[in-house]
């Protein structure tokens, strides 16, 4: 007989477990979609970022997005270099650049919501009910703010 410590995944009725394997799942399976554009997940994350907040700096977009300053630049230097964004020093504050789209990171916008759709309808995502992504919102929040209370970051 198993202990509990031995259950494969199906098994399990740990909720984090279910969490950890479907976050990797669709992580894998986004990585895999983007590297056909020479972009990671989280370049995809600062695209789309970007985008909805035009001239938006790398530290507010670390702090969005839940990762250090580090994993951002990290980020930004490679999509400069690909040409899917450019910075520019803020003059308030050299530290700090403003980040802006362009015409190439732009034309990304549609092919990744396009790869970002397919995943949730093959899964069936668009089949929950608006009660239940809602809730699963509010816990993630939660969570992000237990972080964030003890300075935890990704």
């Not at 985008?51 to 230097?77: H, P, R």
């Not at 803020?90 to 990171?105: A, F, H, I, V």
């Amino acid at each position: 007989m198993k202990s509990e410590n031995n259950l494969t995944f199906k098994e399990s009725k740990h909720f984090a477990d279910t969490l950890y394997v479907f976050h990797k799942n669709h992580k894998n399976y986004l990585n895999y979609e983007f590297s056909k554009y020479s972009i990671s997940l989280i370049q995809v994350f600062c695209i789309f970022k970007i985008y909805e907040n035009d001239g938006i700096n790398q530290k507010d977009l670390a702090a969005d997005l839940s990762l250090t300053k580090g994993a951002i630049t990290k980020a930004i230097v490679k999509l400069e270099s690909e040409g899917y964004l450019t910075r520019e020093k803020l003059p308030e504050d050299k530290r700090y650049y403003s980040l802006m789209l362009t015409e190439k990171g732009e034309d990304l916008i549609p092919v990744m919501k396009e790869i970002n759709e397919k995943w949730e309808k093959e899964i069936g995502l668009d089949e929950l009910d608006s009660e239940f992504l809602e809730t699963f919102k509010k816990l993630t929040i939660k969570s992000i703010e237990m972080n964030e209370k003890r300075n935890i970051y990704y």
